[in-house]
């Protein structure tokens, strides 16, 4: 299993993963993205906040994520039906 060093907003992080080094690298980008619009409109906060901030941000990204792939999938299922 690989070894990655990243430093993620001053912090540096060392893991292993089965993830390859493009996924690692999306996610990467898409933390400093995330984290550079929160920390834009922020104005003067704790990292501690801002990370807090970061992190629900992403909760909430996922959750909207998770609630359209069971709409889809929903639909699906009812389509599979209506063809059966």
């Keep these: 299993m690989p070894r990655y060093t990243l430093n993620l907003m001053g912090l540096e992080i060392s893991f292993k993963t089965d993830a390859d080094n493009v996924r690692i690298e999306a996610a990467q980008a898409l ?8 920390a834009t409109g922020a104005g003067d906060l704790s990292k501690e906040k801002l990370l807090t901030f970061l992190l629900l941000s992403l909760a ?25």
Aim: hydrophobic share 30%; charged share 50%.
């Design 31 to 38: 933390i400093e993205s995330k984290h550079k619009e929160l």
């Design 60 to 84: 909430d990204d996922y959750l909207v994520a998770d609630d359209k792939l069971k709409r889809l999938e929903e639909k699906i299922g009812e389509i599979l039906e209506k063809t059966s």
